[in-house]
Each structure stands twice: as structure tokens, then as C-alpha cells.
């Protein structure tokens, strides 16, 4: 298993106890974050040293973390684990990858969405060491393909939107061809990711209308932010709660 430094999560006291506590205090800090990061906005970008510096003011101990930019990445944002370069079998910084201005990389008041989805990603997972390490180990493991190919490809892809087929064919399909006790992993994996990541949208969603309502004298024209509704997470994370539901009920029977 990997380790995890205390440079990329929070003390022990702090990331103790149930996963909804957690994921509370995660969402507190989000909103924390929100209220400082938006008094920033005296123009409508603002420097990523600027963004650094409130992140690392909200947060409860020293991350080690860097904003990178997403437009050369080829994704609108991301959240990634790095290893340390010394040790590979330790996973000690994140790398935030958020959209940059092309013309002066500030990071503009109209991804709003972008960054508060992403900001949030982050402070979850500072408070899931586990969860990282687990994630880890079966990115590394035969069970990758799964992972990479089904979640990816179907749980979280807006191209996969036929609900029906997915509940009747893709999912029983690629589950028929795992062993059992990989079957739960999967899926508690699958229903973990879905579930902040409908959390994300919401929290990217609310505070995009929010900042620009806030700061209407700065901008041109309002944008609606995307609320993720076409990804049909909710719906997908339903699906993978009965699957999940019915799988431990029939282990247990079989106990
Ligand atoms: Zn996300």
C-alpha cells in the first residue's frame, strides 16, 4: 500500500471518524474557501499566487499543493496525486489543475464553477488519505482496467447517457466478468467517486451563479455554469447503489 505524507493530508484527529463527518468537513471548508476566495475578485481574474495563498489560508494544517494549468492539459480541471520523485512508494503533493487566462494566466471569475468543483474534489480527498491509497493500489493492480475502462468510459462520461442499457447490459456485463470480492470493491469504489463527484457539480453550479451575482459590477454578461446534469450522475449513482445493495445482501446469505 502506498503511504501517504503528512504533506498531502490532515492530521489524524481531523480525518478521524465516519466518512459523512468527512465529507461535512470537507464541504465547511469549501464554503470557508468560497467566502474568502470571492473578496479576491477586485477585477474579474485574479493571480493563481492569490488563489494559493487563500487556499492555504482556510487550510487546517500545512498540503503540499500547485495550481497548474488545465487549458495545455487538455481538461477543463483536475485534481492529480503526485509521488515523491525520492520515493515512489509515497504520494506527498497534489497538483490542481484549473483553467488559466491564454493571454495573462490568471484564472478568470467565469470559471468560478470550475475552480470551486475542483477546490472541493481537493479538500475531500485531504481528508480521505485511505481512500487515495486505496485508489492507488488498484490504479496499480489488474483491476485498473475496470476502473479506468468502465468508469471512465461509461460511469462518469456524458457520452454514456442511456440509463436503461446501463442497468440491463453494460453494468451486469462487465460485473459477470469479475471475481466476487472484486465486484464490491468496484462498485463501492464507482458509487464513492459518483457520489462527490454529483457533490462537485452542485458546489461548482451554486457558486458560479453565486460569485457572478456578487461581483455583477465586474462583469460583462452573466454565464450559466454547467450543473453536470447531462453526465445523469445521480441516476448512475442509484444504479450502482442497488448493484452494490444486492451483492453484499447475497454474500451475507451465502455466509
Ligand atoms: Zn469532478
Known sequence: MIKISTGAKVPLELSKGTYALRFSKAQKLTDEFFNKISLQFTEK???PDVFTKTVEDVLPSKI????????????EGAVVHCLN?????EMNSFKIFLPLNKYDNKISIYDTNVFMHE????????????H????????ES????YDDFFY???LYNKKCTDIDALKNNLLPEVLDNMPDGEKIIFLQNARYKLKEEVYAWGIGYKYGIENQKIHKDLICEKIEPSDGREFKLGEKLEIVNCFLKEILNNARKNK
Open 119 to 130: 477546490i472541493f474534489h481537493f479538500f475531500c480527498e485531504i481528508f480521505n488519505p485511505k
Open 152 to 154: 471512465n468510459e461509461y
Open 45 to 47: 481574474d485574479i493571480e
Open 142 to 145: 489488474t483491476f485498473r482496467r
Open 132 to 139: 487515495i491509497a486505496k485508489s492507488v493500489k488498484l490504479n
Open 85 to 89: 520523485p525520492q520515493n515512489t512508494g
Open 64 to 75: 503540499n499543493f500547485k495550481i497548474a494549468n488545465s487549458t495545455k492539459a487538455d481538461c
